[in-house]
């Protein structure tokens, strides 16, 4: 019987020692869509990817992937899964052909089926004109490829993404989005870790956005937007250090948070401001009027339609990739 | 299944790989090869040893007596003894032989004086037989006083043979004749002649040994050649042994290779088992260790001649060495952080770890090593492992031999279990 929740987890809890990893992580993602954890470096996206793979035992709660509870069906649990790591996990020393057979293997898959799907699998990730040739002699694109798919050899309910274009050109980066809305189209469940807030308003039905182990905001696109309203963001960069004129824009009718960054390197100052506002157009020229009386340069704009990057500076005070 | 599965994906992976070509069955085997040739290719007593060619000058101022010759009799010995190794002439006086040698025309002269065979026949005799060597020989100048040693110890023994007939023939209460009793002794002589050319160890072994101190440079060098034998067989074995332990770590260290390349990890996602996963990554190492041990025993027994042993004896010590080497390995591994250690474990504490393991190898040829120093090899497992191939090569008693093995087997099960807990507890 198929089962409408691929993914439900319960108050989930990870700790290492003094570090709380994930801390009372609950989501649902049902059968067929594409779930996205959103989330800075550090978030706890891995880790929780990692418990709900039975990599990890969670310190505290439970999940079950397609009704089965990782803690104690972790064999079911892995059956049910596809997974696809961070970093490329293969035998660079053995063929594409090699390295798809021995997955199957370890999924259970034996004698011509196993040979009939690792030649689907090779048509489906196009490398079939290149199986027999050594992972180590391929790009860094192909690599990927394979990578994804040892983890559909034996049609997984649920394929989990770890962060799959990290580090990638956009070429091989637009042909790993489109596979996966592909693969989704045909029923498979997909769980989708990332930080590009792109990728994940792009590929998802619904999003969950993490921060310090926490599930901060969960909805979809649209369900998060409203989160910040109809805010604009304003990017400005500025010539000289913004304390008193961070102070004097806070107290501007119409802008609802203010934040700066500065760095200073070789004498040269890098000051770049971010301001939330309800409109742009009203709020820029008062913006501009209090740098000016306060003798501050303003060397760039730029203005942003609300978005998830927006919900996580407004959830945060820091950008996603702070 | 699974376990078969990543046990022999692991070995294909093994065998394709250089580094265990290289250092599990080449090093091993060239390091021994350097030693065969370097004792000029002689890996067994059936082989060809070369002496180097010996030139003995002889002066014979003997005279026949009784029909007997002792020093004709001794210039046939020299001839016929060692054909190849020694080539003799005669000079006509005892001053142009020593000129001879003075030019390095010869080795070594030798002065058989008058009245050789009277002295050796008559019970009060005295004679004396001179050498004269090149000081800066050692080995055909050895030779030749050996022969001449012996030689003279069976004119003793003639001569012993004659006054026992004397003491006998008296003790009956009849006067000796002087004519039997040179017959006695002639009849010694002439047998000690008769053993010039023939198997000298046979003759050895029936008779008083030390009238046979010829045996160590008999026809064709054997006892040379079967010494060179032993070394080759020793250093083999000590090669085998450092080797094959190396191999046993390298290979369990693929299971932090893996960690580090994170395929163990994605290994765990699949609906595998870790007994499995482990299970095939253990397995791989003792067939692989088993593939090594057994090659490089086959491999050095038809390319340098070393014969082992009896095949039972040394099919269990090849099993004992593997169940160790690769619970060594996986024990070792277990305690490592992660690859970037194992440089410094495999580099630095194995290697000495080796090193000591081999000091019965290295002082295999000096009995006067002391015995601390021989045991202090077996503070390690490498120690044990030479151990059993020396005891497998010097052909000790089989009781001696599984006790060996049983340490070693014991060993390797307790390490054994100790890695594979460890390894369980850090992925669990």
């Known amino acids: 019987?198929?089962?409408?929740?691929?993914?439900?987890?319960?108050?989930?809890?990870?700790?290492?020692?003094?570090?709380?990893?994930?801390?009372?992580?609950?989501?649902?993602?049902?059968?067929?869509?594409?779930?996205?954890?959103?989330?800075?470096?550090?978030?706890?996206?891995?880790?929780?990817?990692?418990?709900?793979?039975?990599?990890?035992?969670?310190?505290?709660?439970?999940?079950?992937?397609?009704?089965?509870?990782?803690?104690?069906?972790?064999?079911?649990?892995?059956?049910?899964?596809?997974?696809?790591?961070?970093?490329?996990?293969?035998?660079?020393?053995?063929?594409?052909?090699?390295?798809?057979?021995?997955?199957?293997?370890?999924?259970?898959?034996?004698?011509?089926?196993?040979?009939?799907?690792?030649?689907?699998?090779?048509?489906?990730?196009?490398?079939?004109?290149?199986?027999?040739?050594?992972?180590?002699?391929?790009?860094?694109?192909?690599?990927?490829?394979?990578?994804?798919?040892?983890?559909?050899?034996?049609?997984?309910?649920?394929?989990?993404?770890?962060?799959?274009?990290?580090?990638?050109?956009?070429?091989?980066?637009?042909?790993?989005?489109?596979?996966?809305?592909?693969?989704?189209?045909?029923?498979?469940?997909?769980?989708?870790?990332?930080?590009?807030?792109?990728?994940?308003?792009?590929?998802?039905?619904?999003?969950?956005?993490?921060?310090?182990?926490?599930?901060?905001?969960?909805?979809?696109?649209?369900?998060?937007?409203?989160?910040?309203?109809?805010?604009?963001?304003?990017?400005?960069?500025?010539?000289?250090?913004?304390?008193?004129?961070?102070?004097?824009?806070?107290?501007?009718?119409?802008?609802?948070?203010?934040?700066?960054?500065?760095?200073?390197?070789?004498?040269?100052?890098?000051?770049?401001?971010?301001?939330?506002?309800?409109?742009?157009?009203?709020?820029?020229?008062?913006?501009?009027?209090?740098?000016?009386?306060?003798?501050v340069r303003v060397t760039s704009v730029q203005i942003q339609e609300p978005n998830l990057e927006t919900v996580f500076l407004h959830l945060t005070g820091r950008g996603l990739r702070d | 299944m699974k376990l078969l599965d990543i046990a022999f994906k692991d070995l294909y992976r093994s065998f394709r790989n250089a580094m265990f070509l290289v250092f599990g069955l080449l090093l091993p085997l060239l390091t021994a090869g350097l030693f065969y040739f370097a004792f000029g290719g002689s890996g067994s007593g059936d082989s060809e040893f070369e002496l180097p060619l010996t030139r003995v000058v002889v002066v014979n101022l003997d005279r026949p007596s009784g029909g007997f010759a002792a020093g004709e009799s001794f210039l046939g010995i020299l001839r016929e003894s060692i054909p190849g190794v020694l080539q003799v002439t005669e000079a006509r006086d005892w001053a142009t032989a020593r000129q001879a040698v003075d030019h390095q025309r010869a080795a070594v002269a030798v002065l058989i004086p008058a009245g050789f065979t009277t002295a050796a026949l008559s019970p009060d005799g005295e004679s004396v037989l001179e050498l004269y060597q090149d000081p800066t020989l050692t080995l055909g100048p050895g030779i030749v006083r050996t022969m001449v040693n012996g030689f003279v110890d069976g004119l003793s023994g003639s001569r012993i043979a004659a006054s026992t007939a004397y003491e006998q023939i008296s003790a009956q209460g009849v006067v000796p004749d002087p004519r039997q009793i040179e017959a006695v002794a002639l009849q010694y002589a002439a047998w000690v002649t008769s053993l010039a050319g023939t198997d000298l160890d046979q003759a050895a072994q029936s008779l008083n040994p030390s009238l046979f101190d010829l045996e160590p440079a008999t026809a064709d060098g054997q006892q040379s050649s079967g010494t060179v034998a032993s070394i080759l067989s020793q250093i083999m074995a000590g090669m085998m042994v450092f080797f094959v332990f190396f191999t046993g770590a390298a290979t369990a260290q693929s299971i932090l290779q893996e960690e580090a390349e994170g395929t163990l990890p994605r290994l765990f996602t699949t609906p595998t088992s870790h007994a499995a996963i482990l299970g095939g990554k253990f397995a791989a190492t003792f067939a692989l260790l088993t593939v090594q041990v057994v090659m490089l025993v086959l491999v050095s027994s038809l390319v340098f001649g070393i014969n082992w042993g009896p095949p039972r004896a040394v099919a269990l010590v090849i099993a004992s060495l593997v169940v160790l080497a690769s619970s060594f390995g996986i024990f070792i591994t277990s305690l490592l952080k992660d690859v970037r250690q194992s440089g410094i474990i495999y580099g630095g504490v194995m290697t000495v770890m080796g090193m000591i393991g081999m000091i019965g190898v290295f002082t295999a040829g000096a009995a006067s090593t002391p015995a601390a120093v021989r045991q202090a090899a077996l503070i390690v497992p490498q120690g044990w492992a030479v151990r059993s191939w020396q005891l497998l090569l010097d052909g000790a008693p089989v009781a001696q031999i599984l006790v060996t093995v049983a340490v070693m087997l014991v060993a390797g099960i307790v390490l054994f279990a100790t890695g594979v807990l460890r390894f369980q507890k850090r992925y669990a």
């Open chain 1, 1 to 295: 019987m198929k089962n409408d929740l691929a993914i439900k987890t319960q108050d989930l809890y990870k700790e290492f020692g003094d570090i709380h990893a994930v801390q009372g992580v609950s989501l649902e993602a049902q059968s067929g869509e594409i779930l996205s954890l959103l989330g800075p470096n550090g978030a706890g996206k891995s880790t929780t990817i990692s418990i709900l793979a039975c990599l990890l035992e969670p310190t505290r709660g439970d999940a079950l992937i397609m009704g089965h509870s990782v803690r104690y069906e972790p064999m079911a649990v892995k059956s049910a899964l596809g997974v696809v790591p961070q970093e490329i996990a293969l035998y660079e020393d053995l063929s594409a052909r090699a390295n798809l057979r021995f997955w199957g293997k370890m999924y259970g898959l034996r004698g011509a089926p196993l040979e009939r799907r690792v030649d689907q699998v090779l048509e489906v990730i196009g490398l079939s004109d290149r199986q027999t040739g050594a992972v180590n002699k391929f790009s860094g694109g192909m690599k990927r490829r394979l990578n994804i798919g040892i983890a559909l050899l034996h049609k997984p309910d649920l394929l989990i993404l770890d962060e799959p274009t990290v580090g990638i050109d956009p070429q091989t980066r637009r042909n790993i989005l489109d596979s996966i809305k592909e693969l989704n189209q045909s029923g498979m469940t997909v769980l989708y870790t990332t930080h590009y807030m792109e990728e994940a308003q792009e590929l998802s039905d619904h999003i969950a956005i993490m921060d310090l182990g926490k599930v901060i905001a969960y909805g979809t696109h649209e369900e998060l937007v409203k989160i910040v309203g109809e805010m604009h963001r304003i990017d400005l960069s500025l010539s000289a250090r913004p304390e008193e004129l961070l102070q004097a824009w806070q107290a501007t009718e119409g802008v609802h948070q203010v934040t700066a960054n500065v760095t200073e390197e070789e004498a040269a100052l890098d000051v770049s401001c971010t301001v939330l506002v309800d409109d742009s157009n009203r709020v820029l020229p008062c913006l501009f009027e209090s740098a000016g009386a306060l003798g």
